[in-house]
Each structure stands twice: as structure tokens, then as C-alpha cells.
């Protein structure tokens, strides 16, 4: 049947259209979509690149450096690239370890490369047979991992290779921490449930375990905690172990290492044991027998992740014994066979009449010296609790014969959970910028961190993960860039937050100037105003009780270190904590210019002032202003930037496809009513105190504070459905 004329019009027209539509994504490429590559120079100078492709290596980790060219390269070209292995006519791109003749045979490449790390990559020129090639060089293949992806990157962004770059990471053990229990409930997750299908391990390996290992490869990530600190036993159990064994063996090409959390009473749960005392010889002996077979499984184990003594958990302490103890028991363990332990230092306790913020360092810098060379202390950025902001932990500097490990959250607990946009590269980036003044007086965390600061050979960096089964893997899209920023930071932690930001949204969403240009600006200016409108000028833990998702400045009654009022101390006489000598005098475990700088009220900076300071609702902020007015306007400011965040974004819609596009505008505007709930009901809470009139010149908050008081969630995640 022949259509009539106009009809065919009106097709032909849908299907142009629908040809011009961004095609919709789901996001679960994540950064690696290698989307078809438009401009015609760039495309044909990445095929002179890849016409051919010479891998002179036999590893695994070589055939997913193949396969990975090949899937980049259907994707931006529309063809495979031709890889080969002959060493004597070869036209193109060169992939080669020090093992390989054509670095052998070369002196000076050889000395490049040398100098590399065991990570680390060098892409650089080689001339043979009269013709200039392309290569990716390293000591070991799984540097030329790292430096395949590091050149898809360049590629992807529109870049060509101009220079020579050699790269090694600063740190040498950069993990993800998963807080996944082994029911497949996340604890503070918000993208769903866990990743790893303990059921069906370890007979059937997903698809995602094998993206999860590229995607952590792409951007450097080298190690995975698979369970959560809140440590269940029956994962060292033979039956677990066959499944963690599968991941291992999964992971493996992809240069990742499988760590496990190991809890401590675990020798009376799983080990029939009557006691768990690291000093009790059978206990040692268990916890060595238990790591032997587990090493039997997996090689390359990497060791264990320990909370003891900590909210509920058990440890060394039930016994009498000290931290040391413990952590030296299972150390002794790992030690034959390269393992580490990570022991964290996020230990406080209500039965202890101190500041919740001192009680790591009272616990732990006694201890300096007496832990075994392959224990990590691994602490948290700041003494309380991955706050929206937090000065950095007084425990870096403070322990010189210890290796300390950062611990970053990259779910966002605190920072507007599964619905809020809250970069967090300048977060991650204030902590590991932070000066110490120890050793010396630029010291910063990252020093410390990286082993510089005290000669230290080991380092290492953990990110809590916000990954999850959704689709696009954490929750919220913009939760990707965290994923993202995190692992960039751990292999370079002097990037900028700006540069990951551009890179990011290159992969992520496209090369045009414009959304390059926006999307970086609110990226940047997310975090700031995510502070603004919970916790500004140094407030903190002031959310809703146990799920934590939001405001919940009126909390208290319980124990006191998980209520609210325990933290603002807000009175008639005024706001925030004072942690100086006349308080709680936590400043004197810094550094004494740290101690000074924060003491003094001129040098303390305005955005740490309540975290140090309990000060009068007049006390007389920089700008002028009270410190009353001055919150009122930091909570508007905050508001008004979620409303520029949302602007910004719109302003992109053509540019982005509808699917990711809608997903965000949507969350965008939750964002924004939450922004409002948390200024309405923050500083309704706060002028019952203060006594005071909202300044003229910003939008009054609305609501009723009771009604504010009477919000139930019992849907917020990771708790039961319950009224209270
Ligand atoms: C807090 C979380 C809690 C974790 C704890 C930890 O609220 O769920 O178990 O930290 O780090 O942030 O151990």
C-alpha cells in the first residue's frame, strides 16, 4: 500500500528528528561510553593512531588492554582497530613493557621507563624503520593498563598526544571500601543494593563485576574492600571464600586487589573458639590458619580492613588489650604472605566523659610505635563524621612512626544522600591541601598520606563506595564524578578539582565548550552550597537521627554524642563548640600553629568558626555582620545556589540526552526543596535561641517549625521502617 504524500512528509520528518534526538543513555557506561567521534580531523588522527596496534605482551591484563582498544574503537570509529604482535613490521601504536626488545633495545627509553613505578606509564615517541610510533610504555602490564586508559581518556576529550607524559601514582594502595553486608543492604548506601550476588558466586560471574574491575582500572583504583566494616564472619567461611575467590580471579587482569573486613570475635562465631584474646595463643593460631587458607585461595589477598571497639563492634578492648594487640595479631597473620591490615581509628564511646572529636587521638597516638610495619591507622578526613565540612583529623602528623591511611566517603551520608549533586573533589581536596605543620611547616595531610612526609614506603587511601545495582551504578548521576574524582585524586592528589571536573564531564557527557563550561561551574559550586544550606560557618552533625537524611538540629535525648545538641550547643548566650582551653580543648592535639591559628578569632577561618568556638548570636563576623545574620544569609545563600544549580542545568537540555538530562533536572529540584526545608528549618530551630529577626535583605524562612519537628522518613534508606 502506497502512503499519500503528506503522510510520508510527516514520517520522513519524525525520523529526521528523531535522527537529531541525543540518543538516550543510562548512564551505565559511565565514563568509558567512547561515543562516535564527530570531528573529522580528530577522527582521522586516531585512526592513523590505531590502523594498527602492537601489544607485545602475553599477559592477561594485555588481552584486556585488547579488548578494551577494540570496544573504544568501535565506539569512536565504527571499526576495530587491527592489533598485532609481530615485532618486525609494525605501523601504528605501540604497547610494550621493559620485557619487550623494542624497549630493551632502546637506552634511553629504557631509562624512562625505569624510573617508573611498578603503576606507573610512560607514552612517548619511538622512531623505527624511519617512522615516528605512538607507545605506552611501563615496567609491568599493568601499567600499560593504566596508560591505555589514560590515552583513551585523551582521546575521548578531544585531545591529541603532543608531549611525552610519564605518570607513577603518589599512592600505593588506593581502595574503594564497600559497606556491603551479606544480605545485599548497603549501610549508607543510596544506589541500590550491592553489587556482588553472593547467591549465584561463584558459579556466575556478572557483566558488572568485570565493568565494575575496567571502570575502577580506568581512573587507577587498585584494590577492593568487599564488605562492610560493620564486619559479618561468615565471610571468612570456606563457603564465602570460594565466592570471594571468583571476584578475585575476576578482578585480577584488571590490576584490582580483593580485601576483606574481618570481624574481630570472628574465631568464637566461626571458629568455635571460647575467646577471641589476641593474646591467646589458639586465637593467633586461628587467625593464621584462616588467613593461610585464604591466601591458598587468592595469591594476591590483599588483607583485611578492621572496626574494633567501635559503635557495638568488638575488639581487642573486650579483652583488656589494647588496639596494638589486636591489630599486631592479625598483621602477624598477613605478614608471610605481603598482606596489610587496616586498622581504623574512628573509635569513640559515650561512656567517655571526653569531646567525641578527641578520642581517636587519646586512643591512638599513645600507641605511636607499637604497631607492626604492615598496619595502617586508617582515619577518617575529620574527627567526627564525613561532615559536609570538617577541619582535618588532629591524628595526621601526629603519629610519625605509623602509617596512617586517609579514609574518604564518597556515598554521601551526610551530603544529601541519594538526591542532592554534591561534588566532592574540593572536600577530598581540603583535607589532603591541609597544612599539619608536622613534621615540617608545609606539611600537608597528602604528605602524610603519601609517605613523604615521614619516608615511608607503604601508603594508602580509602574511599567508602557509593556504588551500587542501580542501572548507573550510584544512585545519582553526578555520584559518578565522586567515583571518578576519588580514584584521580588517590593516583594524583594534586590535580584540581576543576580539571577532574572538565574531565569528567568531557567522558561523561560531551566535548561542547558550553556544557564544559556550565557543568564544571555547578560541579564546583555544589559542595559549597550544600555547606550554606546544612551546616554553615563550622556547624555539624546536626541531621536527622539514625538515618541521618535531613535536618535534625532539635535531636537529642539517647546518647548524647548521636544527638544534635550535644554539637551546636546553641543557648541564649549563643552558638557552636567551643574546642579551645576555656572548652573542650581539642585544638591542643594539633600542631601548636595549627592550635594558634584556629584559637585565635582573627585567624580562625569563618568556615571552622563553630566547630572551635561557642560565640555570642552578635559576635561580629568579617563581613560586618552579626554572627546571627551572617548564618541567616549563609543558609539563603545556599538555597539561592541550588535554585543557579538547577538554572544552569536547564540552560543544557538540547545538549544532553533525556534521559540522564531528566534524571538529574528531577533531582535537581528535590535538591532544592531540600535545600529549603534545611535553611526553613535550621533557622527556625536556631531563632528560638537567638531571639533574633531574619536580616531584610533575604528571603524569610517559611514553615512551622513543629511541623518541621514531626517529619517522619520511615522510608529514608538504610533503616527499618519505623515512626520514630
Ligand atoms: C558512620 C556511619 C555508620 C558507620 C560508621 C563507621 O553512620 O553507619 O558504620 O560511620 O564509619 O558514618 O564505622
Known sequence: MKMKKPLRVFFLLIILLCSFKIQAEDGYELWLRYQPVTNSQHKEYIQSLFTEVLIDDNSATAKVIKEELDRAFLGMLGNKPTIIQNLTTYTGLIIATSESQIVKSNSTLLEK??????????????????????????????????????????????????????????????LLNHWDNLDRTVERGYAGFSIWDWHKLPGYIDQRYIDYARANASIGINGTVLTNVNANALVLTPIYIEKVKALADAFRPYGLKVYLTARFSAPIEIGGLETADPLEPEVRNWWKSKTDELYEAIPDFGGFLVKANSEGQPGPQNYNRTHADGANMLAEAVVPHGGIVMWRAFVYSHEVPEDRAKQANNEFEPLDGKFNKNVFIQVKNGAIDFQPRE?????????????????????????????????????????????????????????????????????????????????????????????????????DHTLSSGEI?????????????????????????SREACVNYMTPLGLHHIMGRNHHYGPGPWVTGGRPDWTSVYYHKADSAGIGFDRTKTGSNALSQYAPQVEKLFTILDTCPEKYLLWFHHLSWDYKLKSGKTLWDGLCLKYDEGVKSVGEMLTTWQSLESKIDNERFEQVEALLNIQKEEAVWWKNSCLLYFQQFSQKDFPASMNAPTGDLEEYKEMRFPYAPGIRPTWK
Not at 439 to 456: C, H, L, Q
Not at 503 to 525: C, G, H, I, R, Y
Request: neutral net charge; glycine residues 8%.
Open 501 to 525: 571536573a572538565k574531565e569528567w564531564t568531557k567522558l561523561t557527557f560531551s566535548n561542547d565548550d558550553d556544557v564544559v563550561q556550565k557543568v564544571e561551574e555547578l560541579m564546583l559550586a
Open 391 to 491: 577541619p582535618f583529623h588532629p591524628l595526621f602528623g601526629k603519629m610519625p612512626k605509623t602509617d596512617l591511611a586517609l579514609e574518604l566517603q564518597i556515598t554521601q551520608e551526610y551530603l544529601g544522600q541519594g538526591t542532592n549533586l554534591v561534588y566532592l573533589a574540593p572536600l577530598f581536596k581540603e583535607c589532603l591541601d591541609s597544612r599539619t605543620y608536622l613534621p615540617k611547616n608545609e606539611s600537608t595531610v597528602a604528605d602524610i598520606i603519601d609517605g613523604t612526609a615521614y619516608n615511608r614506603n607503604n601508603s594508602v587511601i580509602a574511599g567508602v563506595a557509593n556504588i551500587g545495582n542501580d542501572r548507573n551504578w550510584t544512585g545519582h548521576l553526578f555520584g559518578q564524578a565522586n567515583w571518578f574524582a576519588f580514584g584521580r585524586l588517590a593516583w
Open 113 to 174: 621507563v625505569n624510573e617508573l613505578s611498578n603503576e606507573g606509564f610512560l607514552i612517548d615517541f619511538v622512531n623505527s624503520q624511519g617512522q615516528k610510533h605512538l607507545a605506552v610504555l611501563a615496567k609491568k602490564p599493568v601499567g600499560l593498563l593504566y596508560g591505555s586508559f589514560y590515552l583513551l581518556r585523551q582521546l575521548q576529550a578531544g585531545n591529541q598526544i603532543e608531549h611525552a607524559y610519564s605518570s607513577s601514582p603518589k599512592i600505593k594502595n588506593r
